[in-house]
């Protein structure tokens, strides 16, 4: 891997990670973490283990049980990716990153790309992103604190959000019910029995009208740079 070794890791900007396309190669590949290669590595300080490397098991397109193992600097932390598409499983068991920022050159989101990322707490969608219709792309993602989906996203398929921990909101550029009317039932299941709850964009407090239709609205408070904040 060309990244192999580097202990100290904590953030990583890629031009792709999965599949990319010139419009005349093949794919380079799905796995995010293949770029660290499947060797372990581990750094020594005054004779004490500092840093090392932590197994990951990224699972293959076509078996539900085969799976190729790589080791990721246990530093690594947040991952920016500017473009490409994000393949089947990209970053499927990458447990102990918790930031991935998806550039808006980002054109697609694979199966199961953030599967069992259970550290995983803040994702950036891709600005310019037309749909989610993969399946079980953020299943496992127990420690995410909130979802932000595009106005541009019209579609989403049943059952990306599943997740056994706690829920947690999913805020919506979108401005009214009209807007995802496109959505799958059960876009936003959490688990069989329960949802995670979702709020519609407002930059003016809602009217008494949209109070009364029992939707509930969120909109940038301005305290700091894209920090939410729900109309009471």
Same mark, same amino acid.
């Given at each position: 891997? /060309? $990244?192999?070794? &580097?202990?100290? *890791?904590?953030?990583?900007? !890629? @031009?792709?990670?999965?599949?990319?396309?010139?419009?005349?190669?093949?794919?380079?590949?799905?796995?995010?973490?293949?770029?660290?290669?499947?060797?372990?590595?581990?750094?020594?300080?005054?004779?004490?283990?500092?840093?090392?490397?932590?197994?990951?098991?990224?699972?293959?397109?076509?078996?539900?049980?085969?799976?190729?193992?790589?080791?990721?600097?246990?530093?690594?932390?947040?991952?920016?990716?500017?473009?490409?598409?994000?393949?089947?499983?990209?970053?499927?068991?990458?447990?102990?990153?918790?930031?991935?920022?998806?550039?808006?050159?980002?054109?697609?989101?694979?199966?199961? /790309? $953030?599967?069992? &990322?259970?550290? *995983?707490?803040?994702?950036? !969608? @891709?600005?310019?992103?037309?749909?989610?219709?993969?399946?079980?792309?953020?299943?496992?993602?127990?420690?995410?604190?909130?979802?932000?989906?595009?106005?541009?996203?019209?579609?989403?398929?049943?059952?990306?959000?599943?997740?056994?921990?706690?829920?947690?909101?999913?805020?919506?550029?979108?401005?009214?019910?009209?807007?995802?009317?496109?959505?799958?039932?059960?876009?936003?299941?959490?688990?069989?029995?329960?949802?995670?709850?979702?709020?519609?964009?407002?930059?003016?407090?809602?009217?008494?009208?949209?109070?009364?239709?029992?939707?509930?609205?969120?909109?940038?408070?301005?305290?700091?740079?894209?920090?939410?904040?729900?109309?009471?």
């Amino acid at each position: 891997g /060309a $990244f192999g070794g &580097c202990v100290s *890791l904590a953030e990583i900007t !890629l @031009p792709f990670a999965g599949l990319f396309k010139d419009g005349t190669t093949l794919p380079y590949g799905y796995h995010f973490a293949r770029i660290f290669g499947s060797y372990e590595f581990k750094d020594f300080k005054y004779g004490i283990l500092s840093y090392g490397s932590r197994k990951v098991e990224q699972i293959n397109q076509g078996s539900s049980s085969e799976k190729t193992t790589y080791y990721v600097p246990e530093s690594l932390r947040k991952v920016t990716i500017l473009g490409g598409d994000v393949g089947y499983g990209a970053f499927s068991g990458c447990d102990r990153i918790r930031q991935v920022i998806l550039d808006d050159a980002v054109a697609s989101i694979g199966d199961k /790309a $953030f599967m069992d &990322c259970s550290w *995983l707490d803040s994702v950036r !969608l @891709p600005g310019n992103l037309a749909s989610l219709g993969a399946q079980q792309i953020f299943v496992g993602c127990n420690s995410l604190d909130y979802m932000l989906l595009p106005a541009s996203c019209k579609t989403i398929s049943s059952g990306i959000f599943l997740s056994s921990w706690d829920s947690y909101p999913i805020y919506l550029e979108a401005a009214d019910s009209a807007d995802i009317s496109g959505f799958a039932a059960g876009w936003n299941k959490k688990d069989e029995s329960s949802n995670h709850e979702y709020y519609f964009y407002s930059e003016n407090e809602p009217t008494t009208v949209q109070r009364q239709s029992g939707k509930k609205y969120w909109h940038y408070d301005g305290t700091k740079e894209n920090s939410i904040a729900v109309w009471e």
